[in-house]
């Protein structure tokens, strides 16, 4: 039977040093003062790697950190190789992931365990810190130590360089947010679990994330959810001495302090085919080098993945309730690839189309697998236009994701590669109308054309761009967004401007996006 808590250490010490309320950090002194733990899973801060490691450690006097560590460790790999060390209890405090995992392994090696968890969000790996670092623009070499919880509630981040100074930043400002909310460093495994807490655990413990605590708190409090028969002793007993002060409360409190991850997480299972997706954007090597290059760049990331990836993921849910049957219907039964083979010229496998979807003469076009149209896209092959015959080709290649209101007019051909990213608004076209003859409307005088385009691999191609006739993007380049292409763009390339000027190109020697000169 689950019950809850809100609580602070007595230790006024103890309270104002850690995350929130110090619940943990008195639960780790306790224990050991009462012989009943001889080891813990701790943490240290690796000077020269510049980052978290873990540790054990067999008294509360070894205990060096008390507050929350947003970096992912190898715990399990750990604790396996320093089984020896352990001699018969040890306390753990992990992610719910891993609670199932160190019990099943300590029960095997004759062991016994208290284990608390945190209420988790997703974690974000070290790559993360360290990209906190250079957007701070401090050098690994001048960092002495970082906290990033602690001192007082809710506090920042605090960074300690080996000069003696002291950087603060408030812990969810910019550039954190952007950093931990891009999911760019976010293990695998946090995009499709579901526990914000574990009930395998003996306690588990958070922040209450309440307008009520927020504003009259500032030293902090803890909110915690006991599981077990040896989680209640272990409050009770702490209370009884005085230890810590606590109140029992309602569970509707944390389902509201904790209600955007519990919503999210209740969401995973409707949400693969969109995780799915970001993994799959984000493994690309190129695309994610650019994304994880600076603020601005991730922050385009996000709203990429807002704006365009989810969309397409929130197909697949809503033909569920047979809003997309006739379109979509079962991928495995092809339902949706023969229902529109009938009409286009060539559609590949796991095909998406969101709604108002324009396609003028669908025989001309060709998909490949896994491609994705925003909804209100115009593709306008034309065939005939003043008595003039044509022959256009509109081609997208497999792993392509083209957004919202974008627009292909071809009267030539129009290649698009593979795992090419379109923002919103981009407009591609082989051809425009003539205007010599002054005698006739624009609109009566013959289309005029340079020559079909091509787009080649991994491209991207920014918010409202425009690709003119005869154009040819090499692969992995980069259009900024408003950018006018009027010319070729060589391989690895970034372009910007009315009319596009390449700005930046990838050094393959230096491994980095270099100004063009």
Known sequence: MTTTFIGYANDKQ???????????????????????????????????????????????????????VYQEMDLIPFVKEHLAEIKKTILVVCSPCLVKAFRNILKKN?????????????????????????????????????????????????????????????????PWSTIHGSELFRPKRCFYCKNVESEHADISVGDPWLKEYIDTDTIGSSLFLVHSALGQSIVQEMSSNNKIVVKSVDYELFEKSQRPSLRRKSMVSDMKSYYDLV???????????????????????????NH???????????????IFKKIVGKIKSGGARIYWKK????????????????????????????????????????????????????????GTWIGIRNSFAAIHGITIGKNVLFAGYVHVTDHSHGYEDITKPISKQPLISKGPVVIEDNCWLGFNSEILSGVHIGRNSVVAAHAVVTKDIPPYSIVAGNPARIVKQYNFETHEWEKYK
């Open 279 to 305: 993994i799959k954007i984000i493994n690309i090597k190129s695309y994610s080098k650019w994304a994880k290059k600076n603020r601005k760049n991730m922050k385009r990331h996000i709203w990429i993945m």
């Open 343 to 398: 009409k286009i010229g060539s559609i590949g496998e796991n095909w998406y189309k969101g709604e108002h979807v324009t396609m003028q003469n669908p025989h001309c076009l060709f998909f490949g697998n896994n491609v994705g149209i925003g909804k209100y896209t115009y593709f306008m092959p034309c065939c005939n236009f003043l008595g003039t015959e044509y022959h256009p080709k509109i081609t997208v290649g497999d």
């Open 110 to 174: 004759g062991l016994e365990a208290v284990i608390i968890d945190y209420f988790c969000s997703g974690q974000t790996t070290i790559e993360g810190t360290y990209c906190y670092y250079r957007f701070m623009n401090i050098a690994k070499k001048d960092m002495l130590n970082i906290r990033y919880r602690g001192n007082g509630w809710p506090n920042g981040i605090e960074i300690t360089l080996r000069s003696g100074e002291m950087i603060r930043r408030a812990n969810y400002s910019e």
């Open 14 to 68: 103890i309270r104002y040093s850690s995350s929130s309320g110090g619940i943990i950090t008195a639960i780790i002194k306790y224990l050991f003062e009462a012989k009943r733990i001889d080891s813990f899973l701790g943490c240290t801060f690796n000077v020269e790697k510049c980052c978290y490691e873990p540790t054990l450690i067999h008294s509360y006097a070894d205990y060096e950190l008390a507050g929350s």
């Open 308 to 322: 365009i990836v989810r969309p397409y993921s929130s197909m697949k849910k809503m033909s569920k309730f047979g």
